[in-house]
């Protein structure tokens, strides 16, 4: 590559002896890779933007999905204009979900900074959310929740299972919201949720397929809402997320939309790709084909 590809590394993740032998092996099979270690969160943006002033024509997040997510808002900002870098991922988390939408190989390392300093971009859509970016899954309701009170140090130790294994402890004493969708030119659709997600991508909450019909190169979001009902459980809604469009769902509500927005009688727990918002009304909309993401061959 002419310019110069910058690998935006989650501070936490430098020191990882896996991380370092990754890096030096990329460089020496001849890329020309410049680090850089943001200190926090909203260094993450400057960091990107400096990247871009010093000629970088792709720029890679390193980390878990928070990280990509950050970087992939800083390069798209307010969405008005879509951004002439291109974005590699290098996933460092503890799910790594959208690495696995995306299929890298998440246990290989040297293989994903290869794949995303070498590899072809392509354009990809970019989910909105109250002028907020995210490119995988915004978790709604109570997976959100889940997600916002799970321990750290749980989360190392379980992986993904850290997610189930406080979902079971939680969901006896769990208040569903009740609320409605409102669709431009539709009758709103009023109901009580316990779990929603908005994907852009298929997977959330540590390796579960939350949106199994989105995809990141058709313009539109995904919404799948398990409705609150007596007698549900997680065998059921598991069934029903196999053929989500099937009109006899009895738990699942799944459609596909350009915009919508989610109004809650209470403030809705939002995990926008990692990082957690709580709002009463949440607007979603979609950049078509706005971003151009490095995804394996």
Not at 82 to 111: H, K, Q, W
Not at 169 to 189: D, S, T
Not at 226 to 250: C, M, S, W, Y
Request: charged fraction near 25%.
């Amino acid at each position: 590559m002419s310019e110069t590809t910058t690998l935006i590394l989650h501070r936490k993740s430098a020191d990882r002896p896996e991380v370092k032998a990754a890096v030096k092996a990329v460089i020496k099979s001849g890329v020309k890779l410049r680090v850089r270690i943001p200190w926090n969160k909203k260094d993450k943006a400057i960091v990107v933007k400096e990247a871009i002033e010093a000629g970088a024509s792709r720029v890679i997040a390193g980390g878990g999905d928070g990280t990509i997510n950050a970087v992939a808002d800083a390069l798209v900002g307010k969405g008005k204009k879509a951004p002439r870098v291109e974005l590699g991922i290098l996933p460092l988390g503890t799910a790594n979900d959208f690495a696995r939408g995306c299929g890298l190989p998440s246990d290989n390392l040297e293989e994903c900074l290869r794949i995303a300093c070498t590899g072809t971009a392509q354009a990809v859509d970019v989910g909105r959310m109250n002028k907020r970016n995210f490119i995988n899954v915004a978790s709604l309701g109570f997976g959100a929740e889940v997600t916002a009170t799970t321990p750290q140090d749980l989360k190392k130790k379980l992986g993904g299972g850290a997610y189930t294994l406080m979902g079971l402890a939680k969901v006896r004493n769990f208040q569903p919201y009740a609320g409605r969708v409102l669709v431009p030119g539709k009758e709103p659709i009023e109901g009580a949720m316990l779990i929603a997600a908005v994907g852009n991508n298929r997977f959330a909450g540590g390796g579960f397929e939350v949106a199994p019909k989105a995809s990141m190169t058709d313009g539109l979001l995904d919404l799948a809402v398990i409705n609150h009902a007596t007698g549900i459980n997680l065998a059921a809604v598991l069934g029903e997320l196999k053929d989500p469009f099937n009109e006899n769902n009895r738990y699942l509500l799944y459609r596909q939309w350009e915009e919508f927005t989610l109004e809650s009688d209470t403030p809705l727990h939002c995990n926008l790709d990692g990082e957690p918002v709580s709002k009463r009304s949440l607007r979603f909309s979609v950049l078509r084909r706005h971003l151009r993401l490095v995804m394996p061959s």
